[in-house]
């Protein structure tokens, strides 16, 4: 496979990418003079402090992953793990759903509902960086158990920045822990899918969902969504090594 790589997968090009994404969405946040707590306020401050440093990222990471050529490996296995592995995404699904149908789409006005589709490019843009450019870096050198705690223990300090964004340290910290349960549902949906697309989706359905689920006056069912997503992640964490066995990705020169 490296043959087909327009430049050999390296742990530092991986890692340089990260902190790179990190920046950028950090800078275009910062530039907007929006703060995280104010997000939710109206659809201009959704878009312009969230929204738009997802749109400049996305450009980005298309642009260095088709000049690095590493599109196929950072979206596709060679192989996929057992497919009763998916019960975890299963269950993050139907959580999803639980947000969704508890959402109060009445305090939706057209502006702030465009501004929110946006927000599922997440899915795009912090998959290909974490388990799809940094994943591909890391199984030049590493086992895939080395490959799922680093990039999903990065996934989650990622969301650290959220604090130097203007939101209290104990939900940033919590929101840390819940990513690290969140990255080995998605990396565990690439591994048993056999790609990374679906954990794309996934993870931007599953943002626009917990965003919309905390607009407005949401239903009394509001609290399940998360309560089952936590369960996703447990049995996430129970199933993991059964997707990392016999795992046979690592990239070769």
Do not use: C
Request: aromatic share 12%.
């Amino acid at each position: 496979m490296g043959a087909e790589l327009r430049v050999r997968p390296r742990i530092w090009i991986g890692l340089a990418i990260y902190v790179g994404y990190i920046v950028v969405v950090f800078a275009v946040q910062k530039l907007s003079g929006v703060s995280y707590p104010a997000l939710g306020d109206s659809g201009s401050n959704l878009f312009f402090g969230a929204g738009l440093s997802l749109i400049v990222a996305a450009i980005l990471l298309a642009v260095t992953t088709s000049l690095l050529g590493w599109w196929r490996p950072a979206l596709f296995e060679r192989h996929h793990a057992p497919r009763w592995t998916l019960i975890a995404p299963i269950i993050m699904g139907i959580a999803l759903v639980l947000n969704l149908v508890s959402t109060d789409w009445g305090s939706y006005d057209l502006a702030f509902f465009g501004a929110s589709i946006v927000l599922i490019l997440v899915g795009f843009t912090e998959e290909l960086t974490t388990r799809g450019l940094l994943l591909t870096a890391l199984r030049s050198r590493l086992g895939e158990g080395w490959v799922w705690f680093i990039s999903s223990a990065l996934f989650g300090l990622m969301h650290l920045i959220n604090a130097f964004s203007g939101q209290a340290l104990g939900p940033t910290i919590q929101q840390v822990g819940l990513a690290f349960l969140g990255g080995t549902i998605f990396y565990i949906l690439r591994r048993a899918s056999g790609t990374l697309i679906w954990a794309m989706v996934l993870h931007g359905l599953w943002d626009f969902s917990t965003f919309a689920v905390g607009h407005g006056t949401p239903a009394a069912t509001s609290a399940l969504g998360a309560i089952v997503n936590i369960v996703a992640g447990i049995v996430g964490l129970a199933t993991v090594a059964f997707v990392i066995r016999g795992a046979d990705e690592k990239l070769t020169a």
